[in-house]
């Protein structure tokens, strides 16, 4: 009986001490423990983003604090110069904030190095630019073999032409990105996004460039993505109806959240 009770207590230290998180978040769930800060993806908290111009300064990001659990959906949408594009990047860890703490499956950004956070990038983000980020000297096919040429997939290029042919490209492989519309260019960053096979996909207005049948043809590979592949998504956008789709939604002005909805 005490060796039981010895070993049980052993398990719970050995739990406490992995996962640095108050025993008192632990809940008994059918036969495993889980806890409630590990089921969000991300946690975002108190996060401010202040740039200095001249001698004045300029908060663009002021006290933001959500919470996204895995495999959920949220959308973000406001004004423009709210500051949608420094939060997404900020959460993405391709930019770092004044203040404020950004949490990505459990590890804090804000003590990494710039290699650490690549790290984290490479293995659980994919991102959809508002500006598409494309290298210019690089084709579409060789655009979207960049991050599963990182991850040394074998099956690089006939993973990146199947992504390709999915988002209606299967005829431009060869085209560098001057050669291809902004639409055009809009699908190939969603299919490089998509190549790494990320646990969240953060989208800086991923149908704002497509024409109305393009835009539901992307909207709809991304919350396939969602359903079948259980990955969280971040996406900004002005168009409501898209963001009405969404669990969760955060409405920023002026670089604070005027409103948040769970649907
Ligand atoms: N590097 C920078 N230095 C100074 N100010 C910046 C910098 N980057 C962004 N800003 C300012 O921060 C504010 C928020 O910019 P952000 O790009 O996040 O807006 P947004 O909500 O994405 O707008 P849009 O809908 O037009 O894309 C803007 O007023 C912008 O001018
Ligand atoms: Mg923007």
Same mark, same amino acid.
């Given at each position: 009986m005490f060796l039981s009770i010895l070993t049980f207590e052993i398990f719970l230290q050995s739990i406490i001490k992995n996962t640095? %998180? =108050? &025993? %008192?978040l632990f809940l008994f769930k059918r036969d495993k423990f889980f806890s409630l800060k590990d089921m969000n993806i991300l946690s975002v908290e108190n996060l401010s983003k202040t740039y200095r111009s001249g001698n004045r300064e300029l908060t663009v990001l002021d006290q933001v604090s959500f919470e996204v659990e895995q495999g959920k959906t949220l959308s973000i949408v406001g004004p423009s110069g709210s500051g949608k594009t420094t939060l997404l990047g900020l959460c993405a860890g391709l930019d770092v904030a004044s203040s404020g703490s950004v949490r990505m499956d459990g590890k804090? $950004?804000? =003590?990494? =190095?710039e290699d650490q956070r690549a790290g984290i990038r490479n293995q659980l983000v994919g991102f959809i630019f508002q500006n598409f980020q $494309? $290298?210019? /000297?690089?084709t579409a096919l060789e655009n979207v073999m960049v991050p599963l040429e990182l991850k040394k997939r074998k099956d690089a290029k006939d993973k990146a032409k199947e992504l390709l042919v999915k988002v209606g490209l299967g005829d431009r492989l060869t085209h560098y990105p001057n050669q291809l519309s902004g639409g055009e260019q809009q699908r190939v960053s969603i299919a490089r996004a998509f190549a790494n096979e990320p646990k969240i996909l953060f989208a800086d207005e &991923? /149908?704002? =460039? %497509?024409d109305t049948e393009t835009g539901e043809m992307v909207e709809n590979l991304i919350f396939k993505l969602n359903e079948e592949q259980g990955t969280t998504l971040i996406l900004v956008t002005h168009d409501l109806e898209l963001a009405a789709k969404t669990h969760q939604s955060l409405h920023i002005k002026g670089g604070k959240i005027q409103e948040a909805t769970h649907g």
């Open positions: 640095k %998180l =108050n &025993p %008192l804090a $950004l804000e =003590n990494m =190095n $494309l $290298l210019q /000297t690089l &991923p /149908t704002g =460039n %497509l």
